[in-house]
């Protein structure tokens, strides 16, 4: 028989003139949609997961994100976002490397296994005598 293709939705940037205004009810509606049958893709720029955010508290069975430096900060509005959709496994890819900060490394670890720590303070007490001594003796 045929194979059941999944539907895939990308949302670009959307911006906020009129246009643009009628492209994102559209893009709405078909997020609802997506929601509502039994897809298994779907493919959206992170401003779309912001503005969406609501209507995909569906829970996942991966959620890969591309562009992963931008989540290196765990106090932004798009990491609480994305961090609160409910997955079984994540996945953070970038072509950027992460600065030698704790704070971006534990974002990221975090971001991609919730449950390793369980705060940043833990991670810390773990790591920064680590670190220091690594930049010691280096």
């Known amino acids: 028989g045929l194979i059941n293709y999944p539907k895939i939705i ?3 940037t959307l911006k906020t003139n009129l246009k643009e205004a009628q492209q ?3 893009m709405k509606q078909k997020v609802k949609n997506f929601v509502e049958t039994s897809n298994r893709v779907l493919i959206m720029s992170y401003e779309g997961s912001l503005l969406f955010h609501q209507i995909l508290k569906k829970k996942v069975d991966l959620l890969i994100c591309d ?3 931008r989540l ?3 106090k932004i509005k798009l990491f609480s976002v994305l961090n609160s959709f409910k997955t079984n496994k994540r996945v953070l890819v970038t072509g950027t490397p992460l600065q ?3 704070e971006e490394l534990f974002a990221c670890v975090t971001f991609v296994n919730p449950l390793i720590f369980p705060s940043e303070v833990k991670f810390k007490q773990i790591y920064i005598g680590r670190v220091i001594y690594g930049l010691i003796f280096d």
């Open 100 to 102: 030698n900060n704790l």
């Open 10 to 12: 990308y949302s670009s």
């Open 24 to 26: 994102r009810d559209k």
């Open 67 to 69: 562009e992963g430096h």
């Open 72 to 74: 290196k900060n765990v």
